[in-house]
């Protein structure tokens, strides 16, 4: 059986070009981020004074989304409890896995209680924090006609690049360079089929996001805004000093 906790709804309708309703994935067990993981799901470790899960919901909100379904696990009644006890910016749902389903397990479960079940969803995982244009990544995934997009972003390097001469001696010290490569961002715009391609149990980053990829039907959409995957303290930490620098220059 699915337990499923509501919070309080507020929020103005979505315009056109947006996407509706969205998937947080917060059903892990946070190891890395132990001892804050230990009363806590990772998804309301504080960022900044707010739990992860509501600077996404404000996110959401502000992007036109009108519902969201938390797939939890791992201490779900501290996520109910907060969605019960504070006045939140959209419709939100819980659904509470009662064995670990994996990530594409949570989506599946997730997903199956949305309200547009004909619509396109967004999903994020619980542990990212980010501001982007989700209007913007919703037009290159209608531009493109795919089944699925995925944010790409770029991964924070604390300590920047080095450049080397033929010998070896170290020749530059580049400070805070963007990385030429992206990587998967953590967030999601999938088409209503994507559902039927998601594992019952397992990851959907080893089954359906290779299936998509054989098809043809996943594409990327790339993200230069601010962006932050919180698997550790050490994250945290980097992460408050970023928001603190940004607060104290406004």
């Known amino acids: 059986m699915v337990s499923r906790l509501s919070g309080d709804a507020g929020g103005e309708g979505a315009g ?39 600077h996404q919901l404000d996110w959401f909100a502000e992007s036109g989304v009108e519902q969201v379904v938390v797939s939890a696990g791992h201490l779900a009644p501290v996520i109910g409890d907060y969605l019960a006890g504070h006045q939140l910016p959209l ?40 501001r982007f244009s989700l209007a913007g990544m919703f037009a ?27 010998r070896g001696r170290v020749t530059t010290l580049v400070s805070h360079v963007p990385p030429p490569l992206r990587v998967n961002g953590g967030v999601y715009v999938f088409d209503p089929r994507v559902m039927e391609l998601l594992p019952d149990e397992g990851d959907h980053e080893e089954v359906t996001l290779p299936r998509l990829i054989r098809a043809r039907q996943l594409t990327g959409y790339p993200v230069d805004g601010p ?24």
């Open 16 to 54: 056109p070009g947006t996407v509706r309703q969205a998937v947080v994935l917060a059903g892990g067990l946070g190891s890395r981020l132990r001892p804050l993981t230990r009363t806590r799901p990772k998804t309301m470790v504080e960022v900044h004074g707010t739990p992860i899960l509501r």
């Open 91 to 130: 419709r939100t749902d819980v659904v509470v896995e009662e064995r670990p389903l994996g990530r594409g397990g949570g989506l599946k479960l997730a997903s199956a209680a949305l309200d547009r079940p004909d619509e396109p969803w967004l999903a994020v995982y619980g542990d990212i924090w980010t």
């Open 140 to 166: 290159h995934h209608r531009r493109h006609a795919a089944l699925a997009t995925v944010a790409l972003t770029r991964p924070w390097l604390p300590r920047g690049s080095v450049e080397c001469d033929e």
């Open 227 to 250: 962006w932050r995957a919180i698997n550790t303290p050490h994250d945290l930490d980097d992460i408050e000093r970023e928001l603190a620098a940004v607060t104290d220059d406004a």
